[in-house]
């Protein structure tokens, strides 16, 4: 069969490395895909949100299974304009609707989804600009720190965590009366704080059965010791030491099994992936987000743990099987180590060459941000490079993946050397 990718970073290179291995698979294009995806199938320059120009690839090459890597055509709708398309209605999206995808797409919409089914999260109370100056009284009750989180979309930036009542009250307005984040922060979630350690949780449901992938950590922060500003992901580890048999349990039971039936029971046909973030907050889990996709740098991790075929595990969220499929994971550790722009996450450096990747000794060298110029592979985006490999024990895979990463050149390039080291 033929298969499209949407998307264009490292969750997308790792899909694309997985997806090539199957028998299932004969062709594979990647839209727009990067540097790296070019080893695995052939890069089709289309924009994702470009579902015009998708159906044309589509039809002309005869593809027969849509997996989608971001959240942004999900919540734009890519899988609802594949049903209402005469031609496209029998090619299977793996990705939820607009609806399911407004898990991620809102967090008013998803924190009132964990409200009503029960699933544990923080408590918070929504705001608009007219309900400006309740939010700022709220604020003067809630405890502290607080946080504050922009209902849309707004490109990983729209959280922020306050420690003061006057950081939190100049935030909220900014965000509010002056669209700090756009339309994004039309609506403002103020949520209470949690503690605890983060935990990334991935199911895959074809909207009734569903099939839990390997769990992850990642690591948000530019600095080491997890200081700094947020970034889109520096690193992550799988298995997570304290996520053992027991504590899984309770998610699923608290967690996984209530979101799919909160699904079904509001009528929510849901095919596709569910990210859980979670903190784990005392051996308790509390959901703080849900995204209707895959996480990145978290796939990179995931995706070498899994030792079954992935193409049939999609086919049966396609085909409505799910339960019928056979999922195998690796007992081993993967590591992946995110190299970035010089500058990142602020104004990064772009155009720079990258030199070294043939030198990776025991690691698989995923492409984020990079494109072709010539025969040279340069940079382009934030974050770079993904560099992951699997050992026998976090020690060795953490160590594995920071010296393959030493073996690569660009100018300006930067790497965190701690990821892992908090739970060895």
Request: net charge negative.
């Amino acid at each position: 069969m033929n298969i499209l990718i949407l998307g264009s970073g490292g969750r997308e290179s790792a899909f694309a490395w997985k997806v090539a291995q199957s028998a299932h698979c004969d062709k594979l294009f990647i839209a727009p895909g990067n540097a790296g995806t070019t080893q695995y199938g052939t890069n089709v320059n289309i924009k994702v949100t470009d579902f015009e120009g998708i159906k044309a690839l589509v039809l002309k090459e005869d593809i027969n299974l849509v997996l989608v890597g971001p959240e942004e055509p999900l919540v734009k709708g890519v899988h609802d304009f594949f049903l209402a398309d005469e031609q496209l209605k029998n090619i299977p999206v793996v990705g939820p609707q607009q609806e399911g995808a407004q898990l991620e797409g809102s967090k008013d919409f998803s924190k009132q989804f964990m409200e009503r089914h029960n699933i544990p999260t923080a408590a918070y109370r929504t705001f608009t600009k007219d309900t400006l100056q309740d939010g700022l009284t709220y604020l003067a009750t809630a405890g502290l720190p607080v946080v504050l989180k922009a209902d849309g979309l707004a490109a990983g930036k729209g959280v922020l965590i306050c420690l003061s009542l006057e950081e939190a009250q100049t935030e909220l307005t900014a965000m509010l009366a002056d669209a700090k984040f756009g339309e994004a922060s039309s609506r403002v979630v103020v949520e209470q704080f949690l503690t605890g350690i983060e935990l990334s949780v991935f199911v895959m449901t074809d909207g009734n059965s569903y099939k839990i992938l390997p769990e992850a950590k990642d690591y948000k922060r530019i600095g080491e010791g997890d200081t700094g500003l947020n970034t889109g992901g520096m690193g992550s580890i799988s298995p997570v030491p304290f996520a053992d048999a027991a504590y899984m349990k309770k998610v699923e039971e608290r967690v996984i099994i209530p979101t799919i039936e909160g699904l079904k029971k509001d009528g929510i046909l849901y095919k596709g992936f569910i990210f859980i973030g979670l903190m784990n907050s005392n051996g308790e889990p509390w959901v703080i987000e849900y995204n209707c996709r895959m996480g990145d740098p978290e796939t990179e991790s995931v995706m070498r743990r899994i030792d079954s075929d992935f193409v049939d595990l999609l086919l049966g969220v396609a085909e409505g099987n799910l339960n019928e499929k056979e999922i195998i994971i690796s007992p081993k550790t993967a590591a992946t180590v995110v190299m970035v722009a010089g500058g990142y996450p602020g104004e990064y450096l772009k155009n720079k060459v990258i030199t070294g990747t043939e030198n990776v000794r025991d690691s698989i060298v995923f492409h984020a941000g990079t494109s072709m110029d010539g025969n040279d592979v340069i940079t382009t985006g934030g974050r770079v490079l993904a560099i992951t490999t699997v050992q026998d024990d976090m020690f060795s895979a953490l160590q594995q993946a920071t010296a393959d990463a030493s073996r690569i050149y660009y100018d300006g390039m930067y790497f965190r050397k701690d990821i892992g080291f908090d739970l060895l």
